[in-house]
C-alpha cells in the first residue's frame, strides 16, 4: 500500500510511503524528517523507518493509542509531513529526469505470508505469557527429561460418567498420550474417583491433599497431567499453586504433540488456528483479544488459499474420473499402514505412535481389476478433544467428505475397541459427509491378540503387517467402489497393437487382457467402464 505527500523545494516533488505491518519506509536515501500521523484509537505504531534513521515507538505520533496495525488501518491515516534536504544541483537534476512512478516493492509469495504468520514475533511473545503453554519451553530441549504423574478423573456417576469403556482403560490411554510428546516419562499415574469435573480443585479437599503430599515427594516429577479435555484458567491456576508445579490438560498435551509433528505448511498453519481458543480463553485484555482475532483471520485466508489448492486436485481426479477411497480412524489404528500395504507406497510409512499424520496425503492404488485408485489418509481422531481442536482441523477432513468411500480402520487388539469406534462414528456423523458414501468398516491388527474372539467381529479381518485378509478385503472394496461409481465389465475384442487398445490402458481398469489363441491378430480384454466413458470410446473409434 502507498500513501503521497508533496514537499516543496522549488517545485511539487512527491516521495512515496510504503506501508507493511506497522512499518513505514521513505523512499529517499538523504534527508532527515519528522513525520505526525493521525490513527485510528485502536491503532498503534511500532517501528517507523527513514532509510537509515529509525524512529522508536510512539516517537513525533501525536496521539498514542493500543491496538493493532497493518496494512488495512493505514487507509485512513493522514500524513502532516515536514523535511529539510541536504541537496546539491546534481541531484537536483537527477530527480527531475526521475520517472515519475515509483516502483512498488515486491509482492510476498504465499510462503513468505504464511512464514511471516508463523514468525510473528508480537505474537510469539504474546504465547509466551501463556503459562499453560509453557510444554513448549520443554519440548525445546531446555529441559532433558520431563517426570509427569498421570491423574485421570472418573466420574462415579450422573450423565458425564464414561460408557463402553473403563476407569482403567483411560488411564492407559492417557499415560500413552502424554508419553507422545518427547522426552517425557511418566513417574506415576492413578484414576481418581471424582463428583463433578466443574469443581474449583476437580479433586475433593482430602484427596487433592494427598495427591499433592505424593506428588511433591516424588523427585522425578515436575508437571502433572490432569486427563480431562480442558481446564478452565482458575482451576490450572489452583492446581499449579497446589501442586507447585507445571499442570496440563488434554488440550495442552494433545497441541505439544501436534506442534512436534507439523513439518508441512498447511499443518502449522492449522496447529497455529488450533492454539488460539486456547490462548483466547487465557488472556483477558482486550489488546490480547484483538490481537489474536487479526491473527485468526490471518491464518483462515492462508488456510482458505491451501484448501483451494485441494479444491483444484479434487476437480483435476473428478475430470479424470479417478475414484478416491478415504482412510479413517482412531489414532494409532493404522490406517496408513493399511495403505502402505495396498498402494505399496514406501511413502506411506505407517509408525506406532499417536497423531502421527497430520496432513491429508493421497497414495495411489490399483484394484484386482486394474483400475487406478486414489487412497487418502487423514488425521486420527481421539475421544476428549474440545470441539475448538478438531474444528481446526476440519478442513483436513474435508478429502474424506469428498470421497466415494470410506475405509474405517479400527484396532482389534485394542482394548478399548469399542469406544474407538464410537469415537470415530461420533466425529464422522459430525461432519457433512453424503448419506450415500459407503462406509466400509475393517478391523486390523488381527495378527495380534485380539480383544473378543474373532467370531464375534462383524467387520472385515486382516492385518497391514502381515497382509493378512488383504485380497479379500481388496475383492470387496472393488465391488463396492465399481458400483459407487457406475463401473461395469465390458468385453472388447480388438486387433492386436490397435490403438483402442492403448485407449482402454490408459482410461479403463483392465481386468484381464490376453490374445485369442487361435487368431494372434486379436486380443480379448475385459475392462471396466463408466457409461461416460464408453461413451468417449465409441466416439473415439467410431463404434456405434
Known amino acids: 500500500m502507498a500513501l503521497f505527500f508533496s514537499s516543496h523545494v522549488g517545485k511539487s516533488i512527491h516521495r512515496t510511503f510504503y506501508m507493511k505491518f506497522a512499518q513505514v519506509y521513505l523512499n529517499s536515501s538523504r534527508c532527515t524528517s519528522i513525520v505526525s500521523i493521525n490513527f485510528p484509537k485502536n491503532c498503534t505504531v511500532q517501528n517507523i523507518k527513514f532509510a537509515n534513521h529509525k524512529v522508536q515507538n ?23 509531513h515536514k523535511r529539510s534536504f541536504t541537496t546539491s544541483k546534481s541531484m537536483l537534476k537527477k530527480k527531475k529526469k526521475a520517472t515519475k512512478r515509483t516502483t512498488p516493492p515486491p509482492e510476498d509469495t504465499d510462503e513468505d505470508f504464511e512464514k511471516s504468520i508463523l514468525e510473528d514475533p508480537d505474537f510469539n511473545r504474546l504465547r509466551e505469557g501463556v503459562d499453560d503453554l509453557s510444554i513448549r519451553k520443554y519440548l ?52 481418581v474417583p471424582v463428583k ?50 507445571k499442570v496440563w490438560d488434554r488440550y495442552s498435551v494433545v497441541l505439544g504433540i501436534f506442534q512436534h509433528n507439523a513439518h508441512t505448511r498447511e499443518a502449522k498453519l492449522q496447529v497455529a488456528l488450533a492454539e488460539l481458543p486456547y490462548i483466547r480463553k487465557r488472556l483477558p485484555g482486550e489488546r490480547e483479544r484483538m490481537i489474536i482475532m487479526e491473527r485468526e483471520k490471518r491464518i483462515r485466508n492462508a488456510l482458505n488459499k491451501l484448501a483451494g489448492n485441494r479444491a483444484l486436485i479434487r476437480r483435476g481426479r473428478s475430470r479424470s474420473n479417478l475414484p478416491t477411497v478415504a482412510i479413517v480412524g482412531y489414532t494409532n489404528s493404522g490406517k496408513t499402514s493399511l495403505i502402505r500395504s495396498i498402494t505399496g507406497d514406501e511413502r506411506a510409512e505407517g509408525k506406532n505412535s499417536l497423531f502421527a499424520t497430520l496432513d491429508v496425503t493421497a497414495h495411489g492404488g490399483r484394484l484386482p481389476c486394474g483400475l487406478e485408485v486414489a487412497f487418502i489418509d487423514t488425521v ?35 482394548p478399548d475397541y469399542e469406544l474407538q469406534g464410537i469415537t470415530v462414528n461420533e466425529t464422522l456423523s459430525s461432519l457433512p459427509l453424503s448419506e450415500d458414501t459407503p462406509v466400509i468398516t ?24 502381515t497382509g493378512q485378509g488383504i485380497p479379500e478385503f481388496l475383492d470387496y472394496l472393488q465391488e463396492v467402489v465399481l458400483k459407487v461409481t457406475g463401473r461395469r465389465s465390458w468385453r472388447f475384442s480388438l486387433p ?46 467410431g463404434k456405434s
Open 58 to 80: 510512539g516517537d513525533h505520533l501525536r496521539s498514542k493509542h493500543t491496538g493493532i496495525c497493518d496494512s488495512y488501518h493505514f487507509r485512513i491515516a493522514t500524513l502532516n
Open 140 to 191: 525445546s530441549g531446555s529441559v532433558s527429561q520431563i517426570g509427569t504423574i498421570v491423574l485421570q478423573p472418573w466420574v462415579k456417576w450422573g450423565p458425564r460418567m464414561k460408557q463402553n469403556t473403563s476407569a482403567q482403560l483411560m488411564l492407559e490411554e492417557a499415560a500413552t498420550l502424554v508419553s507422545t510428546l518427547p522426552g517425557v516419562k511418566v513417574v506415576a499415574k492413578e484414576v
Open 196 to 245: 463433578s469435573l466443574d469443581g474449583k480443585m476437580i479433586f475433593g479437599s482430602g484427596t487433592l491433599a494427598r495427591l499433592v503430599s505424593e506428588a511433591r515427594s516424588n523427585r522425578l516429577a515436575v508437571s502433572v497431567f490432569i486427563s480431562i479435555d480442558m481446564l478452565k484458567r482458575s482451576q490450572i491456576q489452583e492446581l499449579e499453586a497446589a501442586f507447585g508445579m
Open 380 to 414: 486420527g481422531f481421539i475421544q476428549d478433544i474440545p470441539t475448538e481442536l478438531v474444528a481446526s482441523f476440519r478442513a483436513t477432513l474435508e478429502d474424506a467428505v469428498c470421497a466415494d468411500v470410506v475405509i474405517h480402520v479400527r484396532d482389534a487388539s485394542h
Open 442 to 465: 475393517v478391523a486390523n491388527k488381527a495378527d495380534l491378540t485380539l480383544v473378543k474372539p474373532e467370531n464375534e467381529f462383524g467387520e472385515h479381518m486382516l492385518s497391514a503387517t
Open 496 to 541: 492386436t497393437g490397435s490403438p483402442e487398445i492403448q485407449w482402454l490402458r490408459n482410461v479403463a481398469g483392465i481386468v484381464s487382457e490376453e490374445m485369442d489363441p487361435e487368431n494372434l491378430q486379436v486380443t480379448k480384454i475385459v475392462a471396466v467402464l463408466t457409461d461416460q466413458e464408453l461413451a468417449v470410446y465409441n466416439r473415439n473409434f
